[in-house]
């Protein structure tokens, strides 16, 4: 359960954000979460609700959230590729042989702050 100290970490960004950008307030939260990340994104957005109760700048704030997919670039055929649900596999060439270049991380990727 992880999730609880990724959205306390989120939430202290949001406010480093908004006190450096002189915000009174921030209204939309745009987080990028890959297939691959490990978070758990019903648990993710619920314990962001319950957390930004008790931040200065995210009280009214709205979480939307973008699921990255699973990006590939084969190391047998140089291909880039997005990875379907359940196959690990280069669907150019069958390769097991890749690397993850994108689907693996969390990413702020905007606020919208007044």
Do not use: W
């Amino acid at each position: 359960m992880h999730e609880l100290s990724i959205v306390e970490s989120l939430i202290d960004l949001c406010e480093e954000n908004a006190l450096a950008n002189n915000a009174k307030d921030i209204q939309e939260i745009y987080v990028n979460i890959g297939r691959l990340s490990g978070v758990e994104v019903d648990l993710f957005k619920r314990c962001f609700e319950t957390f930004k109760e008790n931040s200065q700048f995210c009280k009214n704030a709205k979480l939307l959230i973008e699921i990255a997919p699973l990006e590939i670039l084969c190391l047998k055929c140089d291909q880039k590729s997005i990875l379907k649900e359940n196959i690990f596999k280069c669907p150019h060439c069958s390769s097991l042989d890749y690397k993850i270049t994108q689907g693996e991380d969390l990413h702020l990727m905007r606020l919208v702050m007044q």
